[in-house]
């Protein structure tokens, strides 16, 4: 997943031919993998090595290939690197001050054994509606670990309907920046394609979420994560005091609601720059949202749980250090994102199907999916596959380019793997292998993808 808009897509001149680019890309993968689940390499060497290799082999320069690397290393520590830093303190605090114990004491109360992955999947999605995958996954991690340890039922069955809503809502509703910039490309309508989103969206999820975790949780099983872990699970006492539901609540819909704002401001006025839009798209911010909602969390959660500024200020530097190496696997992620995409190979794949004949919806969730498993990016892949098509789609009517949009949306998706920084994301917080999440993880988003392209083609009938 990449979360950061997009700026337009320039071409990029390939740096081989089309078959070195091809040959290097996935001999790039396969000595990743080799290295990390055969020879046990750590995934943050494994990922420098391959990435820079990869560069080489697709033609760059040794140099170029080193400065590429590090410029999607800095871009995605610069963007999801801070996110996970806020969302880990946010998340400890909410732990530490008894918050995530009252959330999940009221869904594991409310809830029963075989309605508990729906309860996920619907605040996965309501939460994944306005917000980034990435920020809605550090927000609900706490959440989705400490529910799998009280209810007892399997991380991966509380995980994965979870992710799922998060998921869905990234690729196939706006106002989320890749549906949204297709959405401009493409001269679709914004209302009805928000509205076809939602409708496609809800069966997708129940598929690719509770339904699919099912058997998820049969083929992998893996221990919950030591994270978030409240006074009482630490022999440190029970906590005297707990925030209120309301109040928990609104800590973690805080940074949903200076999001969902800004984004229909911009909607509603977009491009202005009167005080109010200039002020919510500030405060919408993801980086600024969560770091208010961290802020929130130091004050009210420390109050309300009966923390004095001492327990506080441990509570933020106790969150940090967990996660130090996923930082770094999410940042060579991102880097080996960027080789892919200065080597070309993005556009080669784009040239390679712009003159197809077969139908445009199934060609642009084709053209997305293949820039998605070269790139690793959801974003990138929307992008350049709307610019690809935004010729077709001045000739289609307004629900057709609303269904091309979707489509794209939907194949932006497809086969989330090592290049992808959300890969490695759900990695390390779930506490997966490489093989683990490939049947898990992977296996989701191709279904997300797959049951998403089914929607569009249904209702294209449909409608």
């Not at 380019?401 to 793997?417: D, Q």
Request: overall charge neutral; some cysteine; glycine content about 12%.
């Amino acid at each position: 997943m990449n979360f950061a808009l997009a700026v337009p897509v320039v071409p990029i001149e390939p740096a081989g031919s089309n078959l070195q680019l091809i040959i290097a890309a996935l001999v790039g993968v396969a000595v990743i993998i080799v290295l990390i689940t055969w020879l046990k390499v750590h995934p943050f060497l494994a990922l420098s090595i391959g990435a820079v290799g990869v560069g080489v082999g697709a033609g760059l320069a040794p140099a170029a290939a080193v400065t590429s690397f590090s410029t999607g290393f800095g871009a995605t520590m610069a963007g999801v690197g801070i996110l996970v830093g806020f969302g880990a303190m946010f998340g400890k605090l909410l732990a530490d001050s008894g918050g995530a114990d009252r959330i999940v004491d009221s869904l594991v109360t409310r809830s029963s054994a075989r309605t508990l992955p729906w309860t996920m999947a619907l605040i996965g999605g309501l939460i994944g509606l306005p917000m980034f995958f990435e920020v809605g996954l550090v927000l609900l991690i706490p959440v989705i670990i400490l529910v799998a340890r009280r209810s007892g039922l399997s991380l991966i069955r509380i995980a994965i309907p979870a992710l799922a809503g998060l998921s869905v809502m990234h690729g196939l509703v706006p106002p989320h920046p890749g549906p949204l910039v297709a959405v401009t490309t493409l001269g679709a309508n914004l209302g009805l394609t928000l509205a076809i989103g939602v409708l496609i969206a809800i069966p997708t999820v129940i598929i690719a979420g509770p339904v699919f975790s099912k058997f998820a949780s049969k083929w992998v099983s893996v221990p919950v994560p030591q994270l978030f872990l409240t006074n009482e699970e630490q022999g440190l006492g029970e906590n005297a005091k707990r925030p209120s539901f309301l109040i928990t609540i609104s800590g973690i819909l805080l940074p949903v609601v200076l999001m969902l704002a800004r984004s229909i401001a911009d909607a509603v006025n977009p491009g202005s720059t009167s005080p109010l839009n200039a002020t919510l798209d500030f405060l919408g911010t993801p980086m600024i949202a969560l770091g208010i909602a961290v802020i929130y969390a130091m004050i009210v959660f420390g109050r309300g749980g009966g923390m004095d500024r001492s327990a506080v200020a441990k509570s933020l530097s106790d969150s940090l250090p967990p996660i130090a190496g996923i930082l770094l696997i999410v940042g060579a992620g991102g880097g080996f994102k960027q080789v892919l995409i200065d080597t070309g190979i993005g556009t080669v794949i784009a040239d390679a199907v712009a003159g197809s004949s077969i139908s445009v919806l199934l060609l642009a969730w084709f053209v997305a999916a293949l820039i998605r498993v070269a790139t690793g990016s959801a974003t990138v892949a929307t992008v350049t596959a709307a610019g690809i098509l935004a010729p077709v789609a001045a000739s289609l009517g307004g629900t057709d380019v609303s269904l091309m949009v979707l489509a794209i949306g939907a194949g932006s998706l497809f086969l989330s793997h090592v290049n992808d920084a959300g890969f490695w994301l759900v990695k390390e917080y779930l506490g997966t292998t490489v093989g683990q999440n490939l049947k898990t993880w992977t296996v989701m988003e191709c279904l997300i993808s797959v049951t998403g392209l089914a929607g569009v083609l249904l209702l294209n009938i449909v409608i």
